[in-house]
């Protein structure tokens, strides 16, 4: 797994492998220049004590003043193209992902949760962007100081250096030993903190119950104890993080004191310069960083591990309903013959079977209605002709094809299917009706003239005319508001739109009031080269002008046959379904003439 | 087009209503008040630390100059002890206020968030439902926590650092007032530098963070409709269109990284030239012996140490600023009003405990909206120990019946009257806790089934007494905890409980408070016969004698009442026993014969609605 990780890695970074080396080289420009401003400082001093050293000083100042000019370039230059760099490696990780997840079958989507699929590819990759960004940066810092400021300190004095650098060599250590303390404390706090998200959530989700049992108090409690772990929990990670940085600051001091005391010594017995004294004081307060940084670049490291094994799993998915090797992808339209050969199905990972042992041909232009229960498999039988979820070979056929060998695009241009899942996007009710329209120009005068046709086809015309802007109202999550049954009629006009040869509706209208629905049937079947229809009701009046109609009973077909056929059945399905539905009807006629008055 | 303009005006939307910043310090200081004494030991920690930090320049300066030369090596022992010693306290000192601070931030957090959750609870229904809980969530939880880091990270770190340039500052100007007036001619530049680019940087980070927040629209919204893009091939538009939000939030992040390429840098450039000034200035006046080596070398360290601070304070400007809105954003909300509840007669919970269960609606009148009356004069007298059944078509005003009778709303027009007395001169919570209410879909609440009956408070002896025998009755004993055995845990979303099971656990949450008056919305709609029958024993036994009012979309479930109101558009249509409404053959007798076959057959449709072919 590490070598996946560093692969996809490399693979991040490979096109920003030019400013990656002008900011690792510009890096170490900056680090190297560190080890400077000790050494100007301890001629500084020295030449101070000489006396009467006043070209010698102006001339240190100048170059202390070059140093810092030049540390100001690299610094700019390291950022600009270190992090940089990081950001567009991030960037081309999130594009990889979400172009992944676009190719990702039904039943992937039915698998995963929105909000996991969205950390991955925010979260993650940006743990990632941190590896390649700070993370690289942290490290050679770390690696670049060590390199340099203890060989400076030891050209300096080498007595001295082993005094002063004694006490660091624990920060390693202790910077490791408290990364893991806090890492441990902190998924504690996280997880006290996402208990308290859960119970504030479940607690407004039940607001009325809790009001109406009047236990507002008992909740309140019930709060405040997770709150009070929550406290305790934040203190014992601050008991651990109140020592980092302090235990640091004091290994460093330690460092300082024994420099204080030999070096004092030193300076005293002549064996080294004030000068060199006072560049060690500044050599010792250097070494801080590098040693935290080397534990800093471990955690970096380590965080980018988890996120990039997950990232990795994501990666490796595969749609289940792949083009085949020579996919068939007619140019002309479809005539629109549809074929069940046996077919049977179930969702994958399960092993309960949906569809049984289905045998059908439906000619091109004829309209095949599917009756039955929630769970009889309707909806499962008219995503196969979509290829939502895989069939096998032999057993779906569209112009006697094998389902197998259309090439799914192509397939999915025949075929327009509106599901029961009325799904509108944030844009405006043009561009939604003319999603499926490819090439669409939205003339100044109004929209295609394909999409007008298709919203007057599913009676939503008028509707859309009505709204506050028309065709350029806003729609989705954040738009306006529609009835059901608008938005219903909008996703049919967006499937019609695309002229497909073949039509599914699933049922597509429950929401569409029984007048409104009989307007869309009759448009439907005026519609000039009218096409194969399949439709899948829970409503007589859907079905009832079909060419054949079929009730399906746990995935099996129980009648096929036309209105009148299978009325004359009395103890048919369709029967008793069309007596429950005049009682119905009687009851709504009735209320609707103003009830028992 | 840009595809993210749309995601982002929400994001603004949000954000806009910010900027009455002193008001809401003041609220904020309000909340520390009785934690005083640990914000002083808090501030005296700093200060003490802060002097201990200073004082180690200044004694390195004073070794070089009266330790460092031949024959006063004695000394060196106590300097270095002192230089120990100073560092052991300024260590201790800042562990100290660390820890200090983060109580004391801890618990401001946590008395807010108490708060913050005491206040949604008495906020009216209403409220909840034009805020989506999730927005109220991010409340209690980022909101507070912000809060939490303004306060530990933000604001006592400013202080801490704003002390010591001030410190610094003094301490230069009490070694060589001269020396550091020379030195520190730089300085205003720098505190200039550091204000532009802060403000930079503030605007910088709220673009990220806008842009990430629509970058996470975008992933939403296509990950929700990724199976209309699919079957409609449009993968490469929805691909072109997330390319451009990612550049977009990547441009913004890069703006960030761009803005400190400039600001380090000039950080480095200014301390530099203080450097160099130190140098050159001081170097000469040492080797002229104007002034002492000490003094030199304590300089050296002291106007280092000046710039770390500054960069601290600019870093930590931003989240101080963070932190203040979702300050703002949560005393919004306590500000909302509550659920208003003054008696106009303040008799409230004395005649409570024993209603005797007189109901008596008079000419009410009632609409969510402005628009629409759901009750349109309604009017009825239920008589004490009666068992009322109401049924309905969908929008007949049922609910609402319920809604008002516990007062989650009131009537805009006419009253309900309680034993004779006005609803309204009820204390509202006591009034609630009379009704044992059970609804269609029993709301589970993580933890055990006993937690769920009393909903999070522990049952006493009396309550307990009221459910276990029927419990038992109903084979789950189980569910309450005894010393031997806990009571049963729920899994996730009450996985582990069957449709019946959670009626039999609302019918005991309802039970447990010992209810005068029942009230059954849709209570066994979705229950087999098995579980409703001996359910409807249990419940028999337990409501008998009290009023109990049965709402039912099924009218085999208030076949038996003593009288059965028909709603129809916020009016009783009709009244009277089942014999007596089918002999009228009016609306009842309708919805009798249109459900009549389907309770005699095996048919119990998950939904409610009657519309599915038979035989499922």
């Known amino acids: 797994m590490k070598g996946q990780t560093t692969r996809l890695l490399r693979a991040a970074l490979k096109k920003y492998r030019k400013p990656m080396a002008i900011g690792l080289a510009t890096l170490t420009l900056v680090d190297l220049l560190e080890v400077v401003p000790p050494l100007l400082l301890k001629d500084v001093v020295d030449a101070a004590v000489e006396g009467s050293a006043t070209r010698a000083l102006l001339r240190l100042a100048g170059l202390y003043l070059l140093v810092a000019f030049v540390q100001g370039l690299c610094r700019y230059a390291w950022r600009m193209y270190l992090i940089r760099s990081s950001m567009w490696a991030g960037r081309d990780l999130r594009n990889r992902l979400v172009d992944h997840l676009f190719g990702l079958s039904a039943h992937f989507y039915d698998r995963k949760r929105i909000g996991d699929l969205m950390s991955h590819a925010t979260s993650d990759v940006e743990a990632i962007r941190m590896a390649l960004g700070p993370g690289l940066l942290t490290f050679g810092d770390a690696v670049l100081y060590l390199l340099t400021v203890p060989v400076a300190m030891y050209v300096l004095s080498p007595r001295l250096t082993l005094f002063a650098m004694a006490p660091l060599v624990l920060i390693p250590f202790f910077v490791h030993w408290n990364q893991r303390k806090v890492h441990e404390r902190f998924e504690a706090l996280q997880e006290s903190q996402s208990r308290i998200s859960a119970v504030t959530q479940e607690n407004l989700g039940g607001i009325r119950v809790v009001k109406a049992f009047a236990r507002e108090d008992a909740q309140i409690q019930k709060f405040a104890a997770l709150g009070e772990v929550h406290v305790q929990t934040s203190l014992s990670l601050a008991r651990v993080q109140a020592t980092f940085g302090p235990t640091l600051d004091f290994t460093m001091s330690l460092g300082l004191v024994a420099l204080l005391y030999f070096g004092g010594k030193d300076v005293i017995g002549s064996v080294v310069t004030l000068g060199t004294f006072v560049a060690f004081q500044r050599y010792i307060e250097k070494m801080v960083w590098p040693m935290t940084a080397l534990g800093m670049s471990v955690t970096y490291y380590q965080r980018a591990l988890a996120s990039s094994g997950r990232i990795l799993e994501l990666l490796e998915e595969r749609t289940n309903v792949p083009d085949p090797v020579v996919p068939v992808a007619p140019r002309a339209a479809a005539r629109g013959k549809v074929e069940f050969r046996n077919l049977s199905f179930r969702f994958p990972g399960s092993d309960k079977n949906v569809l049984r042992n289905l045998n059908l041909v439906i000619e091109p232009g004829e309209k095949v209605a599917f009756l039955g229960a929630v769970g009889a498999g309707k909806s499962a039988l008219l995503s196969l002709l979509v290829r939502l979820y895989p069939v096998e070979r032999g057993m779906l056929f569209v112009d006697d094809i094998d389902v197998n060998d259309w090439s799914v695009k192509a397939l999915r241009d025949q075929v327009g299917y509106v599901g029961q899942e009325v799904f509108l996007f944030s844009d405006t009710v043009a561009e939604n009706l003319g999603y499926g329209v490819r090439n669409l120009i939205l003339p100044e005068s109004g929209p295609h003239p394909l999409v007008q046709e298709a919203a007057q086809w599913a009676a939503v015309h008028d509707d859309v005319l009505g709204l506050s802007e028309g065709w350029g109202t806003r729609l989705g999550e954040r738009g306006v508001n529609l009835s059901g049954g608008q938005k219903q009629r909008l996703t049919i006009a967006r499937a019609l739109a695309r002229q497909p040869s073949i039509l599914v509706l699933d049922d597509a209208l429950s929401s569409v009031d029984v007048q409104t629905e009989e307007r869309i049937l009759q448009s439907l079947r005026s519609r000039k080269g009218r096409n194969t229809e399949l439709v899948a009701a829970h409503r007589l009046s859907t079905v009832r002008d079909a060419d054949r109609i079929i009730t399906l009973v746990d995935g099996e077909f129980r009648q096929i046959g036309t209105h009148a056929e299978l009325m004359k059945d009395r103890r048919g399905e369709y029967r008793r379904f069309h007596e429950q539905e005049e009682r119905r009807e009687e009851l709504e006629t009735f209320i609707q003439d103003g009830g028992s008055r | ?616």
């Open chain 2, 1 to 616: 087009m840009s595809a993210i303009d749309h995601y982002l005006d929400v994001e603004e939307r949000e954000n806009r209503n910010s900027g009455q910043g002193l008001h809401s310090w003041f609220r904020l200081l309000g909340l520390i008040t009785d934690q005083r004494g640990t914000f002083a030991a808090g501030a005296g920690l700093i200060l003490l630390g802060s002097a201990a930090l200073l004082a180690q320049p200044w004694l390195l300066g004073r070794a070089v100059d009266i330790a460092l030369r031949p024959g006063k090596g004695e000394l060196l022992g106590q300097l270095a002890l002192a230089l120990f010693a100073l560092n052991a306290v300024r260590v201790t000192a800042l562990m100290a206020q660390t820890y200090l601070f983060e109580i004391l931030g801890q618990r401001v957090m946590q008395r807010l968030r108490i708060q913050l959750f005491s206040h949604l609870q008495t906020l009216p229904v209403r409220t909840f439902d034009k805020n989506p809980v999730g927005r109220l969530v991010t409340r209690v939880t980022n909101d507070v926590s912000a809060l939490s880091e303004m306060f530990s990270a933000g604001f006592i770190s400013i202080i801490d650092n704003l002390l010591r340039v001030l410190g610094t500052v003094l301490l230069l100007l009490w070694l060589d007032w001269r020396f550091a007036l020379v030195v520190l001619a730089p300085f205003p530049l720098l505190v200039l530098l550091s204000i532009h680019f802060t403000g930079r940087l503030r605007v910088c980070y709220r673009e990220a963070r806008a842009k990430l927040s629509a970058l996470n629209a975008f992933l939403a919204e296509n990950i929700l409709g990724m199976r209309v893009v699919q079957l409609f091939n449009r993968e490469p538009l929805h691909l072109e269109r997330f390319h451009q939000v990612n550049e977009s939030y990547t441009s913004a992040t890069i703006r960030t990284v761009r803005t400190y390429a400039y600001f380090q840098p000039s950080i480095t450039w200014v301390s530099g030239f203080s450097m160099a000034l130190v140098i050159g200035y001081g170097g000469v006046q040492v080797s002229e012996g104007r002034m002492t080596l000490g003094i030199l070398v304590s300089f050296f360290a002291l106007v280092q140490a000046l710039f770390q601070p500054i960069r601290e304070i600019a870093d930590k400007w931003n989240i101080f600023l963070a932190g203040m809105a979702s300050v703002e954003r949560i005393f919004s909300i306590l500000d909302w009003p509550r659920e208003v509840d003054v008696p106009a007669v303040p008799e409230r919970a004395s005649g409570i405990a024993s209603v005797k269960g007189h109901i008596r609606f008079e000419d009410v009148w009632f609409a969510y909206d402005e628009e629409r009356w759901v009750l349109q004069g309604l009017n009825f007298e239920i008589q004490p120990g009666e068992k009322i059944g109401v049924v309905g078509h969908t929008g007949a005003g049922k609910t609402t019946l319920i809604q008002l009778l516990l007062r989650f709303h009131e009537p805009q027009r006419g009253r309900i009257l309680l034993d004779g007395r006005d609803l309204r001169d009820y204390d509202k919570r006591s009034l609630r806790a009379t009704i044992g209410l059970i609804q269609q879909d029993a709301f589970l609440f993580s933890g055990d089934a006993e937690e769920n009956l009393g909903l999070g408070r522990v049952l006493d002896a009396e309550s307990r007494a009221r459910v276990e025998p029927a419990l038992k009755k109903l084979g789950y004993p189980h569910w309450l905890g005894t010393a031997e055995q806990p009571a049963l845990e729920l899994l996730e979303r009450g996985s582990n409980l069957s449709m019946g099971e959670r009626q039999v656990l609302a019918f005991a949450r309802a039970a447990s408070i010992g209810p005068r008056l029942w009230i059954l919305d849709e209570a066994t709609a979705n229950i087999d016969p098995e579980t409703e029958r001996a359910l409807g024993q249990v419940l028999e036994a337990s409501s008998g004698g009290f009023t109990s009012i049965f709402i039912a979309h099924r009218l085999a479930t208030v076949r038996e009442a003593n009288r059965i109101f028909v709603l129809h558009r916020g009016k009783l249509a009709e009244e009277g026993t089942h014999e007596q409404l089918l002999q009228v053959n009016g609306l009842y007798a309708r919805l009798w014969r249109f459900q009549e076959p389907v309770d005699n057959s095996e048919a119990k449709e998950s939904s409610p609605a009657p519309a599915h072919p038979p035989g499922a």
